[in-house]
């Protein structure tokens, strides 16, 4: 059960409160075992309080019906304009939201640093907690720092580094499925794995998130800041158990282990960005056309970076981390290829294509393909495909992350050094771009990319 806790959110007219945290609290007041939470929003714009009541009132009715939960929290909801810099305005928030507050930064790397910064200006109430969206800092130095000034005012455990991708069920269910599971745990290691994809591809544009999108890109806003702790959860070792602590750390062994495949960030990554088209049954401007965007710092829209993970488990594996937006098709899933059979016997005939492991991240879809006879003949080789749904949750991905936050549980929150590393493992595909030493290619919106990177794909294959 969820204990009474004031939630203060920086930043809390903009969209991303409005479009996924707001939505992610109501989906968890709605579950049985909730209790009611305090929300105060403040920031820099005014807002009458029966319009920041309508916004939380509208959130919370997307996810069906208001519940006496969600409704006492709604009674009790407020706004404070303010400059979240001023440590008066600071402490009157404090003041207002009483013990063991929530402090929620719905905000971009600098400004919530600079909030920060004021913070050591004012004494914080025992038991409080930071939650920090992504980026978590803007490279690996800048994320040091912000380690190091928020390490001044909580302890890490009570610092929560959000990824809501470690809320969504089905990179929850990757711990059943390589630790509960006898069939894959054996050969889930570079014995039997040929190679691992992780994509996120979607048909949306830009959606007017210029302001932040232009300044990010696929390698940050996707790869940099979620794609690489999903690849953490495929290749850590067994946690001892379930806990913060132990899963945590497996995580972030696996990270400290991984590095660029081949060791370049030239040889390691591709970049492009849309042309004018059709995506997801819309016509979609070209992204250098489109309102608030800088055409001149060459943003990528699709990203691709290869890693390995060196260690005895996975070394020489390739793990191939992709996002792009405006394509063909919304293709969310990882994909790990086994090796073929190194020996058939005489007489059966067709592909000796090893499996194909599926599991899909948005919905939670699970598909084997296994070599099966009978397909194409008595002797003949194929594939058949093993398709299975994988449990869902009524709860959105940022309810299950602020319930942890709201537990005081980290588990699902990204670890300090892991978000350092994080920009660590990308910093030289960020260098070699900057230097124009990977092209910047150009796809149609609602192709699936460049033609060149579907050629040696399937050349690949």
Known sequence: MLSQRTVVIFGASGDLSSRLLLPGLGSLLAGPRASAVR????????????????????????????????????????????????????????????????????????????IVETLQRVELPEGTELAFEKPFGTDAASAAALNKLVGSLVPEENVHRVD???????????????????????VWNAEHIESVEIVYDETLGLEGRAQYYDNAGALVDMIQSHLLLVLALLAMDAPATMDAVEVRSEMARALRSTRLYRGSGVDASRRARYTAGVAGGRVVPAYAGEAGVDPERETETLAEVTVEVGTNRWAGVPFTLRSGKALGAARKEIVIKFKPLRHLPSGLHGGRDGETLRIGLNPGELSLSVPALGVDGPYTMGQVFLDATLPSASVLPYGEVLNGILRGDPLLSVRGDVAERCWEIVEPVVAAWKADEVPLEEYEAGSDGPAEWQDSRESAA
């Open 39 to 114: 929300i105060i929003g403040t920031g820099r714009s005014p807002l009458a309080a029966d319009d920041w009541t309508d916004r939380v009132r509208t959130a919370f009715a997307s996810q069906g019906e208001i519940g006496p939960v969600a409704a006492e929290t709604l009674a009790t909801t407020q706004y404070v304009a303010g400059d979240p810099t001023d440590p008066a305005h600071l402490r009157a928030l404090l003041e207002l939201a009483g013990p063991a507050p929530v402090l929620y930064f719905s905000l971009p790397p600098a400004v919530a640093t600079t």
């Open 164 to 186: 809501h991708f470690l809320g969504r069920t089905a990179v929850l269910n990757l711990i059943g499925l390589r630790f509960a599971n006898r069939l894959f745990e054996p």
